[in-house]
């Protein structure tokens, strides 16, 4: 089983609403990461996981706020988003090795976000 | 800080052809160095990973190329199909995460 699996698909959020996406693998990866990306532009990171630590934060707004409850769920909490803020969201893990992630990163189908 | 860079930024071709992506890359010291594919909406599907110690992986049609000296990769492949119509993506690993070219889209006509 090579799947990351995201829910929701899409999601309209008000600006003023607090809703989440959600990110499961059951590879026995211990590092997982959240990227956001625009249309017609690369995947830009925004959060690492390492063995459900934070390792890496790009300097992400607080409105975003990422959970990783155990090894196999990673979460993305969303407040007070912007209608800038919309994009497709990408989930992805990779195996680690003593902290340094140098496996292949697999990628989740993304949540569409629309924030109105 | 890492830069990659993929040439061409599109490319658009006969059914049938062989074809080649280019991407770079300024920093050498890298852990791996993996090509994706991404259709409109879609997340990323793994196509390739070389290894830094390797110099090229194959897959079906697929042959990834891999010359750190030179910062350099290249996807080759062969007997292109109108269902390999999509955005190709390659992204460098260093420290901890991956730095992604912009990609080059891909559109094989019948």
Redesign the interface.
């Given at each position: 089983d090579t799947e990351v699996t995201q829910t929701p698909k899409h999601l309209v959020m008000g600006m003023t609403n607090k809703k989440s996406l959600k990110c499961e693998q059951h590879m026995g990866h211990r590092a997982m990461y959240w990227y956001k990306q625009k249309a017609k532009k690369p995947p830009e990171l925004m959060f690492v996981y390492s063995y459900e630590k934070l390792s890496i934060n790009e300097s992400v707004p607080s409105r975003f706020s990422p959970e990783c409850p155990n090894s196999s769920l990673l979460n993305l909490h969303l407040h007070a988003l912007q209608p800038e803020d919309s994009a497709l969201y990408l989930c992805a893990s990779s195996q680690g090795k003593g902290g340094v992630n140098t496996g292949e990163l697999f990628f989740g189908e993304g949540s569409r976000l629309t924030v109105l | 800080k890492q830069e990659v860079t993929q040439i061409p930024a599109a490319l658009s071709v006969p059914e049938g052809e062989n074809l080649v992506l280019n991407c770079s890359f300024t920093d050498s010291a890298i852990?791996?160095l993996?090509w994706?594919r991404q259709d409109p909406?879609?997340?990323?599907?793994?196509l390739l990973?070389i290894?830094s110690s390797q110099r090229e992986q194959t897959s079906g049609r697929l042959n990834a190329s891999l010359d750190k000296s030179s910062g350099r990769s290249t996807l080759y492949i062969a007997a292109s199909q109108p269902g390999d119509s999509a955005t190709y993506?390659c992204?460098v690993?260093g420290?901890?995460?991956?730095t992604?070219?912009?990609?080059t889209t891909l559109t094989v006509k019948p």
């Open positions: - | 852990y791996n993996q994706f909406g879609k997340g990323l599907t793994s990973l290894q993506l992204a690993r420290a901890g995460k991956s992604f070219g912009d990609g």
